[in-house]
């Protein structure tokens, strides 16, 4: 059996997927350590995973500014010593990150000790830290149609993202039983991502009275220090109660994406993966500040393949007219479930760990071309 190291803090985007893939990789017989940041967003979702193991490390963002590029400089750095040791302590056969800062400390690491690399890039702009790191990589998986410069063909793999073994859909009477929602009426679910958004929370909070009259529940995920957990009950026009629940962190997104008849979020790979596999439309709301505008291009790409419909943040008041011309919708609603079901046809898991595997003996496999697998 072989050692992995997988680097993959900073956001659940980051987090979720390297999960996965200690998961399957564990399940293997192989060993397996994640190296995660010191954000709350780590520490409460590898709190659900007791069996695998997990170390935090030090870091900071990447900027321009200057106070802020030397903290990223020095954290870098001492993260670079550390991954030193821990290539060394758990004798890894290879090492995996998922992009963002506590990807570059590993990858370096690893080249300065012989040990083979590999990065995942989810999303359809590769990140800073992919297009720096993957002339260095053994292996570079990237999403279907995406190549990067500088990256040799036979290091590329066109993988989707690796979703955990538990995300998957459940009969939606159960899911909205177990999150307190009443079974037979409607749901929306609104998601800024790990980290939340405070605009789609602001527009929840405003137009909770107009969902509640059309009979319509909400279920908001906040983000980790965007308020306390609140449940506020409306009337429908019926006179029926219908409530809307605000909770600042999920651990059960499964459950969430399954309740829902609509989600309104925005366009991280991490959350679109999870709707593909739960088969949940959707109403992207990209993030207009990401970095190199890669949310605007995933939502893009998700809306041509028929999953749901982009509205952009500077159009948010036109947002909950498109939710309820959506959610009322059956003939529209079912075609974008049956889109996200032709959507979820790829094992990424399967293929990645096959690969890693192979490269983990230095077999020829890992050095051959691949024919690229599609989402």
């Not at 908001?220 to 629940?245: I, M, W, Y």
């Amino acid at each position: 059996m072989s050692s992995f190291l997988i680097s993959c803090g900073g956001t659940g985007g980051h987090l979720s997927p390297g999960i996965a893939l200690a998961e399957t990789l564990r399940a293997q017989g192989h060993a397996v350590c994640l190296l995660i940041s010191q954000k709350k967003v780590d520490a409460r979702l590898s709190e659900k995973y007791p069996e695998l193991r997990f170390e935090r490390m030090a870091g900071a963002g990447f900027s321009w500014r200057p106070l802020q590029l030397v903290r990223c400089a020095l954290a870098q750095v001492r993260a670079f010593v550390r991954c030193l040791r821990m290539i060394r302590q758990t004798r890894a056969d290879v090492v995996v990150g998922f992009g963002g800062f506590t990807s570059a400390p590993i990858v370096l690491a690893a080249l300065v000790s012989g040990v083979p690399s590999a990065l995942h890039e989810s999303n359809r702009v590769p990140g800073l830290a992919i297009r720096t790191l993957g002339r260095f990589a053994r292996r570079v998986y990237l999403p279907p149609g995406i190549f990067l410069a500088g990256v040799r063909a036979f290091a590329t793999r066109h993988v989707g993202m690796p979703v955990r073994r538990e995300i998957s859909r459940t009969p939606q009477a159960e899911a909205r039983a177990a999150l307190g929602l009443e079974p037979k009426q409607r749901v929306l679910v609104v998601l800024g991502g790990s980290q939340g958004a405070s605009a789609l929370n602001d527009w929840a909070r405003e137009r909770a009275g107009v969902f509640a009259a059309e009979g319509i529940q909400l279920y908001v995920v906040t983000g980790l220090g965007k308020g306390a957990a609140t449940v506020v009950e409306g009337a429908s026009r019926s006179g029926a109660t219908v409530r809307a629940v605000y909770i600042p962190f999920s651990d059960r997104m499964a459950e969430v994406m399954s309740a829902a008849d609509l989600v309104v979020t925005r366009a991280g790979a991490g959350s679109l993966a999870e709707l593909i596999r739960c088969g949940t439309p959707a109403i992207l709301v990209p993030y207009p500040h990401a970095a190199d505008d890669h949310q605007r291009a995933n939502a893009a790409y998700f809306e041509r393949q028929g999953g749901g419909v982009v509205v952009e943040q500077t159009q948010l008041e036109t947002l909950a007219a498109e939710v309820l011309d959506v959610i009322d919708n059956d003939w529209l609603l079912r075609r974008f479930r049956s889109n996200l079901q032709r959507m979820d046809r790829s094992d990424a898991l399967g293929l990645m760990r096959t690969d890693l595997e192979a490269i983990a003996r230095g077999g020829v496999a890992a050095l051959a071309p691949a024919e690229p697998v599609t989402a």
